[in-house]
């Protein structure tokens, strides 16, 4: 079984206003990803994510490239412990 990570992605850039929460929780739930996104204040968008290594590097690249109208200047990574019987995948307001 392959080991779960879990990471806090604060994606900056043109990030908000287009969608791009809604496009984050769609690839996570493509990828097999639970956790959650959010607005920050600063403009950017804070993920946390938990999935297998494989999963979580494939949701980094869609989140990097994925939505058109999205411009990711910078991808910021902070590990965190993975939690237990985590599911789902939400938008939080």
Partial sequence: MPETK???ITCVGLV????????????????GI???????????VEVEAQGS??????????????????RVEKIELLELPPQNATAGFEIIF
């Fill in 16 to 31: 908000q206003g287009i969608g791009y929460r809604w496009f984050v929780q769609e690839a996570a739930q493509s990828a």
């Fill in 53 to 70: 290594a494989k999963e979580i590097d494939t949701f980094i690249l869609q989140l990097k490239t994925g939505h058109p109208r999205a």
């Fill in 6 to 8: 879990r990471y806090k």
């Fill in 34 to 44: 639970s956790g959650s996104v959010r607005n920050l204040s600063n403009g950017a």
